[in-house]
């Protein structure tokens, strides 16, 4: 089950990577945003520490992302990596 819990940290996180880059804001930005450091970032997006869904909720409002997108399958996260491209 842990493996599972990382899987899906880790797609969190790398969709949070893309859709900060196609916002144009930097790490601080986010983290500025949620109070955090910039580091607490870098963490989200490797899928090293876990995003806590209020967290996400601001993040997606703030910045007019869409909370559905987060619920991609891999394919999608592919997707959009191929897009930002």
């Known amino acids: 089950m842990k493996q599972a819990k ?3 940290n880790n797609k969190i996180g790398e969709h949070l990577r893309v859709l900060r880059k196609k916002s144009k804001l930097t790490q ?3 983290a500025d945003q949620l109070n955090v450091s910039f580091q607490q970032i870098q963490k989200f997006e490797n899928g090293q520490n876990r ?3 209020h967290q996400l ?3 997606c409002e703030l910045n007019n992302w869409n909370l559905n997108e987060f619920k991609a399958s891999e394919s999608s996260v592919s997707d959009l ?4 491209g």
């Open 81 to 84: 990596n191929m897009q930002d």
């Open 28 to 30: 601080s930005n986010l």
């Open 6 to 8: 990382n899987e899906y």
């Open 51 to 53: 995003i806590f869904a």
């Open 57 to 59: 909720l601001q993040l």
